[in-house]
């Protein structure tokens, strides 16, 4: 298995970030064999030159955002219309939020995900598509947690075993916090570029941004926002590494059942747990979704492996199509535009998404 050469030191700090993204940096050189700052600050340049190390951006607790429900909504969508032609009409629904292609032998498939303050009202947008044939059928998984984010160990096994998926652990609690601070228009302009790591989450480049659409905060106030947030836990810092350069990666989501809600947790907690895989993870109802980025001598051969587990009944797996695939996938900021700031609370305008659908239908 080729490996991208990463030195003992070096592995030290990229395990020191994945652990703890909030370390300052004299704290990285305290806990790696390097002497000097600047070398630290070098290191860390570099790994991101090499695609090893993104970040640092922000996770959002949504049930801390907003007084009302909130979702992420997951589409599997099966398509026969061209790409272009699906993505313009999922545009249409500003809370998407992300897009990639999945690789597949016989369909086009692509996986999009929604923000969702009325999970049946996003479903029935993507109905209307499937009635007037822009796409052809789809799979729905929503949550309403948080995701947990493990990164991986550089000195762990690149092709863990499957042996400990089964054994008891501490599963985390990844419910939605509650809505317990009110926040303004300075803390809801900020949010979308801290969700998105805009220019490494630097408050002062933030600000540059925001004067460029007259607005006009001082840097204390944005200060003041981004320390609220983070107090409050409406916003998490997170890094997230890859263990192997682009080339040597293949990307993957996993979707698994159980009899057995519990047994479903554990084993998603379980999964390559101090190996050099990245793992994201979150529960969507009977079904858990695992998210990988790992070396592709992992994915060989992981859905037989997964067919021996007697506990497991049902499992799809959706691999990306390319890494990156920067013409295809995207990534957008939130939509914030229709927080309500009397009311806390963040509802999408549905109606106004049916109606441009239609709209663009009848245009053909």
Not at 43 to 53: E, R, V
Request: with cysteine; charged share 25%.
């Amino acid at each position: 298995m080729r490996k991208a050469h990463l030195t003992e030191s070096e592995k030290e700090i990229l395990n020191a970030l994945g652990k703890s993204p909030g370390i300052p940096l004299k704290g990285l050189v305290d806990c790696t064999q390097y002497k000097r700052l600047s070398s630290v600050i070098k290191k860390i340049g570099q790994f991101k030159k090499q695609n090893l190390l993104h970040g640092p951006f922000y996770d959002v607790d949504f049930g801390k955002l907003c007084k009302n429900s909130f979702s992420v909504l997951i589409f599997v969508i099966e398509f026969s219309q061209s790409y272009e032609t699906v993505i313009s009409h999922l545009r249409l629904i500003e809370p998407l939020k992300y897009v990639y292609p999945v690789l597949s032998s016989h369909k086009e498939v692509l996986i999009a995900i929604f923000l969702s303050s009325d999970n049946a009202e996003t479903v029935s947008l993507i109905q209307l598509l499937k009635d007037n044939n822009i796409v052809t059928d789809y799979i729905t998984r929503a949550y309403s947690h948080r995701r947990e984010i493990e990164n991986p160990n550089f000195f762990g096994d690149p092709n863990p075993s499957l042996d400990n998926l089964l054994e008891p652990c501490d599963i985390p609690d990844l419910s939605f916090g509650c809505h317990e601070t009110d926040w303004n228009a300075c803390d809801i302009s900020i949010l979308p570029y801290l969700q998105m790591g805009y220019k490494g989450a630097k408050l002062i480049e933030i600000l540059k941004e925001e004067r460029k659409l007259n607005r006009i905060w001082k840097y204390d106030q944005i200060k003041y926002s981004h320390r609220k947030m983070l107090k409050s836990g409406l916003i998490k810092k997170r890094y997230v590494l890859f263990p192997f350069s682009y080339d040597q990666c293949a990307v993957f989501e996993l979707y698994l059942k159980t009899e057995d809600r519990a047994v479903t947790r554990r084993i998603q907690c379980n999964f390559v747990r101090g190996s050099r895989v990245f793992k994201e993870y979150s529960f969507c109802g009977d079904w858990g979704r695992v998210g990988f980025i790992s070396h592709p001598h992992f994915l060989t051969g992981l859905m037989h492996k997964l067919d021996q587990i007697d506990e497991i009944t049902k499992k799809e797996l959706y691999q990306l199509r390319s890494i990156p695939d920067k013409e295809h996938s995207f990534d957008q900021p939130l939509v914030l535009t229709y927080f309500n700031f009397d009311e806390q609370t963040l509802k999408y305008p549905y109606h106004v998404y049916r109606e441009r659908i239609k709209e663009k239908l009848e245009v053909g």
